[in-house]
């Protein structure tokens, strides 16, 4: 029996040597089996500050935890299963303490500080607290924000607005959304007293201003997510009063909303005139009535007799009838000392015992109320101004082959259609509903570009690899071992029969000279006697012959 060259340089190594690569294999079989089942690892902490990151490592080994190291030792991940737990463990010991600190700063307050120091450790403890705040998003690798506070003022035109700036430090490949930097915006505006959203400025680390002037971060996400929410209502309100009649996925419906977001605000005053009598309200009146009777205007040369006391008053003689009527209260009023030409007068009326020479006024100004309306209109933010729809309706199968629907069918679902999406002619809306054949569906995506086909070839593909790699290594190295020590066994329980054989042989061999040894030894013995004495020799041989003495 020939043997194989390689197996019998291998056969012919030391017991030691064989057992080592015995082991060795089986070892390397444990690893391929262990590397197959490798526990899913989960990140512990990330952006990890040196010092911290020595202490959790130090931590995990007297535990005899696996770890691994990723973004340049910047991540620590552990098995998934005892995240949580670790996190909690750690956390009872202050880890990770972090690069920012928060308000852990005023955990030991110092003595005698003052009221500067006070706000600036507050200031440092709010900032520490923010940044650890926007470090949480997943993009975000670490953050810092900085905090610009003016002392309060009692006096309101010398007062100023906090503002802050956020500087973000996103990992690789990664950005953030204009939500996230709309909620990064009101995250930190929300946690400053007095600080706007407007007054917050968010930079990357490449330099880039992400948070938008005016306080509009996030705004177009929100006119974007408006609009789609009305294409999407009204597309879905279309397909569900279509469905029942036409087949489900026999109708495809496209809309198109335009929105006015501008915000506008209108103040109008009309004044009207007062066009029914009688119903004109009275502001304001004034009136003045004014009456003289016998006073004289002052006569004289200015000077010491003039002012002297006046003599004693003696009544005058009445010349005219008691009872004789006045010439007219126009005339008097004109004749009367003092009177105003062209001044609208109205005499009260006079007795007979008043002077013909008296004068009377009267002054009336009544000021009306003009109607006015004042109207303050602000419109709504985003008003809906136009909808353009589109329908495109599936052939029925009539006989096995595709038909047009009836046109009064297509007029019920054109119908439909403007009561599902609240058409407007007077806002310009816009309906087109198509009947038309169907092509086939969309092609299907090939396998090799469908990332679940991918998973699943890799994991195949892993599979057949360490299969390859254990046929390999039998083939190579253990069925050539197992073989030796089969055929080594063989040969030695062969060797071990042979011998057998041969002690057997050998016995026999022994017996038999043990048996001519001892036929000489008789045959030397009868010669001897025959010898010595032959006439008992021919008597023993003669009762040999004898047949009397012959066996039955």
């Known amino acids: 029996m020939t043997k194989n060259p390689a197996l019998a340089r291998l056969t012919a190594l030391p017991r030691p040597v064989l057992l080592g690569i015995g082991a060795a294999v089986v070892a390397l079989l444990v690893v391929a089996s262990l590397w197959m089942r490798e526990p899913d690892y989960k990140t512990l902490f990330s952006n990890v500050e040196s010092r911290d990151g020595g202490a959790i490592v130090g931590i995990l080994n007297q535990r005899n935890i696996p770890y691994k190291f990723a973004d340049n030792g910047a991540t620590i991940l552990v098995p998934a299963d005892q995240v949580y737990a670790l996190r909690l463990q750690l956390a009872e010991q202050g880890l990770p303490r972090g690069g920012s600190v928060g308000f852990e700063l005023l955990d030991k307050p110092q003595f005698g500080a003052s009221q500067f120091t006070e706000q600036v450790t507050y200031q440092r403890a709010l900032e520490g607290e923010l940044a650890r705040s926007v470090e949480a998003l997943q993009p975000v690798k670490s953050a810092r924000v900085h905090l610009a506070i003016p002392r309060e003022s009692l006096f309101v035109r010398d007062r100023e607005v ?17 939500a996230q930097v709309a909620a990064i915006t009101w995250l930190v505006s929300s946690s400053v007293p007095k600080l706007n959203a407007e007054n917050v400025s968010i930079v990357d680390q490449d330099g880039h201003l992400l948070s938008k002037p005016g306080g509009e971060a996030g705004l177009d996400t929100s006119r974007r997510n408006f609009i789609n929410d009305i294409e999407q209502r009204t597309s879905q309100r279309i397909l569900t009063l279509l469905n029942p009649i036409v087949g489900p996925g026999n109708v495809r419906a496209q809309v198109s909303a335009s929105v006015d977001f501008s915000q506008r605000e209108q103040t109008s005053e009309v004044y009207r005139p007062n066009e029914t009598p009688g119903t004109a309200a009275i502001r304001s009146k004034q009136t003045s009535d004014s009456m003289q009777n016998g006073v004289l205007p002052p006569a004289g040369v200015p000077g010491a007799l003039t002012n002297q006391p006046p003599a004693n008053a003696t009544a005058p003689i009445q010349t005219a009838q008691a009872n004789q009527p006045a010439q007219g209260p126009g005339a008097q009023a004109a004749n009367a000392p003092g009177g105003a030409p062209g001044a609208t007068t ?82 310009g809306d816009t309906l087109s509903v198509v009947n038309n054949a169907f092509t ?35 083939r190579s190295v253990i069925r050539p071992i197992v073989q030796g020590f089969a055929n080594a066994q063989v040969e030695r329980v062969k060797n071990e029969a042979h011998l057998e054989t041969m002690r057997e042989q050998r016995r026999q061999d022994e017996v038999h000279e043990s048996e001519m040894n001892r036929y000489e030894e008789n045959l030397d013995t009868a010669r001897q006697l025959a010898q010595r004495d032959p006439r008992a020799v021919a008597m023993v041989l003669r009762a040999w012959m004898d047949p009397k003495n012959a066996k039955p």
């Open 162 to 178: 906090p503002t802050a700036s956020v500087l973000v430090t996103l990992f690789p490949s990664r950005s953030l959304s204009e």
């Open 346 to 427: 109205q005499a009260v009326g006079t007795n007979s015992t008043q002077p013909t020479h008296g004068s009377a006024r009267n002054d009336s100004t009544v000021n009306y109320e003009v109607d006015r309306t004042i109207s303050h209109v602000k419109h709504e933010l985003g008003t809906l101004q136009r909808l353009s729809v589109a329908v495109v309706v599936n052939y029925r199968e009539k006989d096995g082959d595709p038909a047009p629907l009836d046109p009064a069918e297509m007029d019920n679902i054109n119908a439909l259609v403007k009561q599902a999406m609240g058409y407007s002619v007077d806002r």
């Open 440 to 474: 086939n569906q969309e092609p299907a995506v090939k396998p090799w570009e469908d990332p679940a086909y991918r998973s699943l070839a890799l994991q195949v593909l892993k599979v057949v690899l360490v299969l390859a790699v254990l046929f390999f290594l039998w």
